[in-house]
């Protein structure tokens, strides 16, 4: 069954230190994978995405995932973390072996709250 | 480009009414979906819809119906509200499946009491 797990409920940082949000799945087919940002009381933003390609894929505000198809991993990363980036982090993914009731299907993580303190 | 506009932003139900959640796109996205976030949970697919005049059910999607007359609006309703569906309503908008990404509105926060 597809699935997405954040091993980690909570991370915190200094700022300026790097950051790594973990994020492992699973599928029948092949993954596209997404990770959303969170800001309280708003909706999901989309931050970046991977299909195929380059394993390392970089997306809006100096985030990075890289895409490690052995472990079946997604960890979202950042070199300087900016007090500006606490938020809810969630990521997703799609099966693309899924077909019928299921195509299309997004199935996200239970999310990762990041903390960077000044 | 107002992208996904969900309304109301806040409601307080009372136990066994009904409501209806709106939803609207203007980026002429096929697929349409609903989910509800709860603490710790993340999110869980209520109802979707792959284009006007088909819906099927997601993961959670008891006590909720969908319909979807245009491309444009995907409007969820609640049939008898119950505490167990006080939640934060999102949906969202994808140009497809696959590798596109889905596009959220802001939320409906919903209490039952």
């Known amino acids: 069954a597809q699935s997405v797990a954040q091993p980690e409920d909570q991370v915190n940082v200094a700022e300026g230190n790097p950051l790594t949000v973990k994020c492992t799945y699973s599928v029948s087919g092949n993954p596209y994978l997404f990770w959303y940002v969170q800001y309280p009381n708003r909706g999901l933003q989309f931050l970046l995405k991977y299909i195929t390609g380059d394993n390392l894929v970089k997306g809006s505000y100096g985030f990075e995932a890289e895409f490690n198809k052995s472990q079946t991993s997604f960890h979202l990363k950042k070199p300087s973390a900016l007090v500006s980036d606490s938020a809810l982090y969630f990521c997703?993914?799609?099966?693309?072996?899924?077909?019928?009731?299921?195509?299309?299907?997004?199935?996200f993580g239970r999310g990762t709250q990041l903390t960077v303190w000044p | 480009n107002a992208g996904v506009t969900q309304t109301p932003k806040f409601q307080v139900l009372k136990t066994g009414q009904s409501m209806t959640l709106q939803c609207a796109q203007d980026?002429?996205?096929?697929?349409m979906s609903w989910y509800r976030q709860d603490p710790g949970m993340g999110l869980r697919l209520i109802h979707y819809?792959?284009?006007?005049?088909?819906?099927d059910q997601g993961e959670v999607p008891n006590g909720y119906n969908v319909s979807r007359s245009t491309t444009e609006d995907f409007p969820l309703r609640l049939l008898s509200a119950a505490p167990s569906q006080t939640s934060v309503y999102f949906c969202a908008s994808s140009y497809g499946t696959g590798g596109t990404e889905a596009f959220f509105g802001q939320g409906t926060r919903l209490t039952v009491v």
């Open positions: 819809s792959v284009g006007a005049g088909i819906t």
């Open positions: 980026m002429n996205h096929e697929y």
């Open positions: 997703a993914v799609r099966d693309n072996a899924d077909r019928g009731s299921t195509l299309g299907r997004l199935y």
